[in-house]
Protein backbone atom coordinates (compact mmCIF):
# COMPACT_ATOMS: atom_id res chain seq x y z
CA UNK A 1 0.00 0.00 0.00
CA UNK A 2 1.04 2.93 -1.39
CA UNK A 3 1.56 5.96 1.58
CA UNK A 4 2.46 10.09 1.50
CA UNK A 5 2.18 11.86 4.44
CA UNK A 6 3.03 15.67 4.26
CA UNK A 7 4.01 17.36 7.49
CA UNK A 8 5.18 20.56 8.11
CA UNK A 9 2.59 23.18 7.46
CA UNK A 10 1.36 25.78 9.57
CA UNK A 11 0.47 29.80 9.94
CA UNK A 12 3.33 32.09 8.86
CA UNK A 13 3.56 36.16 8.42
CA UNK A 14 4.35 37.37 5.59
CA UNK A 15 7.77 37.14 3.99
CA UNK A 16 8.44 34.00 6.78
CA UNK A 17 9.35 30.68 5.61
CA UNK A 18 8.17 27.15 5.95
CA UNK A 19 9.71 23.82 5.12
CA UNK A 20 7.46 20.96 3.74
CA UNK A 21 8.10 17.23 3.96
CA UNK A 22 6.40 14.24 2.60
CA UNK A 23 7.47 10.60 3.45
CA UNK A 24 6.63 7.62 0.95
CA UNK A 25 6.43 4.13 1.68
CA UNK A 26 5.24 1.23 -0.52
CA UNK A 27 6.41 2.80 -3.30
CA UNK A 28 9.99 2.36 -5.29
CA UNK A 29 10.51 5.65 -4.32
CA UNK A 30 13.71 6.01 -6.37
CA UNK A 31 11.62 5.33 -9.49
CA UNK A 32 9.05 7.90 -8.79
CA UNK A 33 9.15 11.88 -9.99
CA UNK A 34 8.11 13.44 -6.91
CA UNK A 35 6.15 16.73 -7.18
CA UNK A 36 4.20 19.40 -5.17
CA UNK A 37 0.78 20.79 -5.85
CA UNK A 38 -1.24 23.16 -3.84
CA UNK A 39 -5.04 23.88 -3.59
CA UNK A 40 -6.65 27.31 -1.87
CA UNK A 41 -10.30 27.26 -1.71
CA UNK A 42 -12.40 27.75 -4.40
CA UNK A 43 -9.26 27.29 -7.10
CA UNK A 44 -8.44 23.96 -8.57
CA UNK A 45 -5.41 22.39 -7.59
CA UNK A 46 -2.35 23.37 -9.09
CA UNK A 47 1.41 22.55 -9.99
CA UNK A 48 4.05 24.05 -7.78
CA UNK A 49 7.19 21.76 -8.50
CA UNK A 50 9.00 18.41 -8.90
CA UNK A 51 12.04 16.37 -8.53
CA UNK A 52 12.96 13.86 -10.91
CA UNK A 53 13.74 10.27 -9.71
CA UNK A 54 17.27 9.71 -9.55
CA UNK A 55 19.36 12.67 -11.23
CA UNK A 56 16.96 15.38 -8.59
CA UNK A 57 16.05 17.50 -11.40
CA UNK A 58 13.84 20.33 -10.68
CA UNK A 59 11.27 22.37 -12.42
CA UNK A 60 8.59 25.18 -10.62
CA UNK A 61 5.75 27.03 -11.60
CA UNK A 62 6.96 30.56 -12.47
CA UNK A 63 5.22 31.95 -9.47
CA UNK A 64 7.85 30.28 -6.58
CA UNK A 65 10.54 30.75 -8.91
CA UNK A 66 13.49 31.77 -6.74
CA UNK A 67 11.84 31.34 -3.41
CA UNK A 68 10.71 27.97 -3.31
CA UNK A 69 13.20 24.95 -3.41
CA UNK A 70 12.67 20.95 -4.09
CA UNK A 71 14.23 18.17 -2.80
CA UNK A 72 14.47 14.60 -2.37
CA UNK A 73 16.62 12.20 -0.22
CA UNK A 74 16.21 8.64 -1.81
CA UNK A 75 17.84 7.21 1.18
CA UNK A 76 14.90 8.13 3.58
CA UNK A 77 12.47 8.06 0.84
CA UNK A 78 11.31 11.88 1.42
CA UNK A 79 11.10 14.58 -0.66
CA UNK A 80 10.48 18.43 0.82
CA UNK A 81 9.86 21.76 0.09
CA UNK A 82 11.04 24.94 1.42
CA UNK A 83 9.33 27.98 1.12
CA UNK A 84 10.99 31.32 1.85
CA UNK A 85 9.24 35.06 1.16
CA UNK A 86 5.87 34.20 1.48
CA UNK A 87 3.25 35.51 0.31
CA UNK A 88 -0.91 35.59 1.19
CA UNK A 89 -1.36 33.95 -2.32
CA UNK A 90 0.35 31.34 -1.42
CA UNK A 91 -2.01 29.97 1.21
CA UNK A 92 -3.44 26.98 0.33
CA UNK A 93 -3.63 22.98 0.92
CA UNK A 94 -0.11 21.78 0.02
CA UNK A 95 0.07 18.34 -1.44
CA UNK A 96 2.57 15.83 -2.28
CA UNK A 97 2.42 13.60 -5.48
CA UNK A 98 4.45 10.80 -6.83
CA UNK A 99 4.74 10.00 -10.62
CA UNK A 100 6.41 7.81 -13.08
CA UNK A 101 5.72 10.51 -15.90
CA UNK A 102 8.99 12.57 -16.58
CA UNK A 103 9.58 15.50 -14.47
CA UNK A 104 7.28 17.51 -17.26
CA UNK A 105 4.36 15.99 -15.32
CA UNK A 106 2.37 19.13 -14.30
CA UNK A 107 -1.26 17.90 -14.55
CA UNK A 108 -3.44 16.21 -11.21
CA UNK A 109 -4.36 13.12 -13.79
CA UNK A 110 -0.64 12.40 -14.38
CA UNK A 111 0.24 11.70 -10.70
CA UNK A 112 -0.68 8.14 -9.37
CA UNK A 113 -0.43 8.75 -6.03
CA UNK A 114 -1.37 11.73 -3.58
CA UNK A 115 -0.88 12.11 0.09
CA UNK A 116 -3.62 14.26 2.26
CA UNK A 117 -1.99 17.62 2.05
CA UNK A 118 -0.90 19.72 4.82
CA UNK A 119 -2.42 23.62 5.37
CA UNK A 120 -0.30 26.27 4.99
CA UNK A 121 -1.62 30.05 5.97
CA UNK A 122 0.68 33.14 5.50
CA UNK A 123 -0.57 35.68 6.65
CA UNK A 124 -0.68 39.89 5.92
Known amino acids: QVQLVESGGGLVQAGGSLRLSCAASGVAFKSYTMGWFRQAPGKEREFVAA????????RYVDSVKGRFAISRNNAENTVSLQMSSLKPEDTAVYFCAATLASLFADYVPQFDYWGQGTQVTVSS
Open 51 to 58: VSDRAGFT
